[in-house]
């Protein structure tokens, strides 16, 4: 039977209300965005009542212990401010299990944990289990899962699994880790969390692009020059994050799952209904058709990897990529790549998508500009101007919104052009704030609506397009150079060459 | 033409609260004046909101409230305050903007505001005025306070997307359900760029929407939803003045619930559920509530189950409980805004279609 006092009172999936299991409690993504997400979604009365959070980590600690230290760091994330009696009751749903993750008695503790909480809930026994741990415990926490027969639903409730990136390193580990992950829960009932699919303004790409009439005949080879995607950072390597990003990379860390994602969305065909397996059966169609480089040599025409020299941002002299902390000074890791994309498909076909992603660049922004084909080369357009293109531009972050660039006609008696802009900033138009992508990914979780997760197969083309380039970096008798730039500037002037070789520019940004 | 200005206001407009004094002609001209001489300053606009009160006394709080409404929702404000019983037709109007610091600290983001001060017999003087300040291809909203007068009429409400009032304010209800009644069924006016129907938004209804997500958070458990075919009872306690938000939440209820009135009796109704079944819905207003709210609780019962809304002494929040077979459960949800100007920015950032309202008013107008 539905609840007939959802009827038009929302318009979506209603989350159920489960036991949220965390492993890796008293790790930073736990304290920093999993309890501030789950409070503020008790604040806003969105967390079902009777939900209840467990968190599971190897150290010693009192329920009371794990509780104090997530009130201090919700005192100082929180969105939403912090405030004590709600917190003091939303707290009082927390426990903490001591476990370690290869302990089957540690396992078997959490089932009768859960058995008990289960016996006074409001209802059936919905368990969500959020693999928050470092990555390579992944396996032995779906194994124990298994064991223990946590992984089982029981009396009409579900089991779910949420898993964090990295969803493997390659295509072999993600294929591995894809498959205990299916061994212990179905794909139905996984949820491969990427956090940039919980934005605003990628959950907006949809809206934009097939709620409105203008857009979407534009979208497409006849009138797209080409596309750009950039996510720029400031930061380098500071915090200690050094040591896992030095076996990952700007390709691996970033391009396999965020921007591959981006891409996707802005790339695929209107879905045949907004189902998370309609939207994703379309947005794996793309990366399915991207072009894969065929050899070292396809690789070094189309990519450009780069180490960040010392320089100086925001007044502030930085060191280089090598010389940071946990960096081993002769790494081939690449914290800047720049990609020249085809995608074979009727829709793009001669449309180049430019992607860059790096580390310690001029500024940090995330954006995607659309890059309009000039107009016919009469009339207006035979008078000299600069930024003759239309550009699209969406804005991920920060200053969520979006733009689009065109030309008017300066005041005076001659004609003469100037490029204007039509902007759009989500924070000056809507009061509300936008909530924390972690937000809106747990609750769709328990509602079961994967829409915003990646699938499986979405994650294997992935590393397939990726391995054929960390293959020829890392296995090719001549592998392509690793470029350089000075921290504070906007990347190796090889990525320009990039484009300049198209007759084509990065944005400035 | 000079309208006559009330006492109460020469001391707001000695103060220039509403701006600068402007000829009616010139509003336009002077406000893009104003804001082509202030360097640094984004000229905001997602919509028209107009208030119109015929009682030109609440116009400082009315423009109070547009501070506080504009501080979220960027907008070309006009504030519509009628003379009554003026003999000569006259106007008068006032612009400002309404500043704040942009997002990133830089720069200003600003709403406009005009006020008019209309006299006279002004039925068309009045559509006209506010069909010539929209800001074109935005939605144009209209908080009407007070009763629904002549000047509610179908050339300016042909013109409305979104109608907000209060009927909680009414003194005599039904008739005003009729009028909205008709509104909602008039054709779109010919200059309108909305589809379908007015929407309408009760402020009485509005009062109560936290509470209805309580209720449904109650019966979000697929067990307890086994309870709803049994529920035979229920009651709302509310305070004094807020009858009507009482009144909604019940035929919001009874509605979802599938059960029709049968009769009424003080403060009792008698529904008939689909199959028969009976159920009661009692409205128990307190004079003095020792807790917080203006419904302060809602409880479900029927089969041995209790389902109940409630408010926390000395607390914002709402508390919702739940008593059935052997489940027990307790929880806590943010309390309903009280301030009619968090109501309407919680209206205008939900936007939609609010069809049920329409649902529920005729079961409302059966219960007056």
């Not at chain 1, 969105?46 to 209840?52: I, Q, T, V």
């Not at chain 2, 960027?74 to 704040?100: F, M, T, Y």
């Not at chain 2, 291809?137 to 042909?158: A, C, I, K």
Request: charged share 25%; net charge negative; with cysteine.
């Amino acid at each position: 039977m539905d609840n007939p006092f959802r009827e038009l009172l929302v318009s979506r999936s209603s989350p159920e209300p489960c036991s949220v299991v965390i492993f890796g409690a008293t790790g930073d993504l736990t304290h920093r965005k999993l309890i501030p997400a789950l409070y503020n979604l008790a604040k806003e009365g969105d967390l079902p009542p009777g939900s209840r959070v467990i968190g599971v980590a190897r150290r010693e600690k009192s329920n009371e212990e794990f509780r104090d230290e997530l009130r201090e760091m919700n005192r100082k994330v929180s969105r939403q401010g912090h405030d004590e009696a709600l917190w003091d009751r939303f707290a009082a749903t927390i426990s903490y299990h001591k476990s370690e993750f290869r302990d089957p008695e540690g396992y078997r503790g959490l089932a009768d944990l859960l058995d008990q909480q289960d016996a006074t809930g409001p209802g059936k026994p919905n368990r969500l289990f959020y693999l928050a741990s470092a990555p390579e415990f992944f396996d032995d926490i779906l194994d124990q899962l298994r064991e223990s027969g946590l992984n089982q639903s029981r009396e009409g409730g579900w089991a779910r699994v949420v898993v964090e990136k990295p969803f493997g390193t390659d295509l072999a580990t993600a294929q591995r880790l894809n498959a205990v992950v299916n061994a212990t829960i179905p794909e139905h009932e996984t949820y491969r969390i990427d956090h940039y699919l919980g934005k605003e303004t990628a959950q907006n790409i949809m809206v934009i692009r097939f709620a409105n009439a203008i857009f979407e005949p534009l979208w497409n080879s006849r009138y797209i020059d080409h596309v750009q995607i950039t996510c720029s950072e400031t930061l380098g390597m500071e915090g200690g994050r050094g040591g896992y990003y030095d076996t990952a990379g700007a390709l691996r860390d970033m391009v396999q799952n965020h921007l591959l994602q981006l891409l996707s969305l802005i790339a695929m065909e209107p879905p045949a209904d907004l189902t998370a397996d309609g939207i994703r059966d379309e947005k794996v169609k793309v990366i399915k058709s991207l072009r894969r480089y065929s050899d070292a040599r396809a690789v070094s025409e189309n990519v450009v990897r780069a180490q960040y020299k010392s320089g100086s941002i925001l007044g502030q002299t930085v060191k280089g990529y090598l010389e940071e902390d946990r960096i081993n000074p002769r790494s081939m890791t690449e914290p800047y790549v720049a990609l020249r994309i085809n995608i074979d498909n009727w829709r793009w076909e001669g449309v180049p998508f430019y992607m860059r992603m790096g580390k310690r660049l001029a500024k940090k922004v995330t954006e995607i500009s659309f890059h309009f084909k000039e107009p016919p080369g009469v009339l207006f357009n035979r008078l000299p101007v600069t930024a003759r293109k239309n550009v699209l531009v969406l804005r991920i972050q920060p200053d969520e919104g979006m733009s689009l660039r065109m030309l008017s006609k300066l005041p005076g008696p001659s004609i003469r052009m100037e490029p204007v802009k039509m902007d759009f900033q989500y924070s000056t138009s809507f009061g509300k704030p936008s909530p924390e992508a972690y937000e809106r990914l747990l609750l769709d979780a328990m509602a079961g609506d994967a829409t915003l997760f990646a699938r499986r197969d979405e994650v294997e083309h992935a590393w397939r397009f990726i391995d054929d380039i960390e293959n020829a970096w890392h296995k090719s008798s001549s592998p392509p150079p690793m470029a350089q730039y000075e921290a504070g500037t906007w990347g190796p002037e090889e990525a320009d060459n990039l484009l300049s070789r198209d007759g084509r520019t990065w944005r400035r940004l | 033409m000079d309208v006559t200005i009330p006492e109460s206001l020469s001391e707001a407009l000695k103060e220039e609260l509403f701006g600068e004094e402007t000829p009616l002609a010139e509003i336009e001209r002077r406000l893009d004046q104003y804001f082509a001489v202030e360097p640094g300053v984004t000229r905001a606009s997602l919509m028209n909101l107009a208030i119109y009160t015929e009682d030109p006394e609440t116009l400082p709080a009315d423009d109070e409230s547009l501070n506080q409404i504009t501080h979220d929702h960027a907008c070309r404000a006009l504030l519509l305050g009628i003379v009554p019983h003026e003999e000569n037709l006259s106007v008068r109007c006032w612009i400002k903007a309404r500043c704040q610091l942009g997002p990133d600290g830089k720069g200003k983001l600003c709403s406009e505001q005009v006020t008019f001060l209309l006299g006279g017999d002004c039925q068309s003087c009045l559509t006209n005025l506010v069909f010539s300040h929209l800001r074109s291809d935005l939605p144009l909203v209209m908080w009407w306070r007070g009763e629904l007068s002549n000047h509610f009429q179908e050339s300016l409400y042909t013109m409305i997307d979104r109608l907000i009032l209060d009927s909680s304010r009414w003194v005599d209800p039904a008739p005003q359900f009729a009028k909205i009644a008709q509104a909602v069924n008039a054709r779109t006016g010919r200059l309108s760029d909305r589809r379908g129907q007015l929407l309408v938004h009760d402020l009485a209804y509005t009062r109560g929407h936290q509470h209805r997500r309580a209720v449904a958070l109650l019966f979000d458990p697929p067990a307890a939803r086994e309870y709803l075919p049994v529920i035979d009872r229920i009651e709302i306690v509310h305070a004094a003045g807020h009858r009507h938000t009482a009144l909604y939440l019940g035929a919001w209820m009874t509605r979802q619930l599938g059960a029709d009135l049968v009769s009424k009796h003080r403060g009792y109704f008698f529904y008939q559920r689909t199959g028969g079944a009976q159920l009661t819905l009692a409205l128990v207003e307190i004079a003095n509530p020792a807790r917080s709210g203006f419904v302060t609780a809602i409880v479900l019962e029927g089969g041995g189950g209790r389902f109940e809304v409630g408010t926390l002494i000395d607390s914002p929040l709402l508390e919702i409980r739940s008593r059935f077979g052997a489940h027990q459960t307790a929880s806590v949800l943010p309390g309903p805004s009280e301030g009619d100007e968090d109501l309407i920015s919680e209206i205008l950032m939900r936007g939609g279609s609010n069809s049920l309202l329409a649902q529920v008013i005729p079961r409302v107008t059966a219960m007056l």
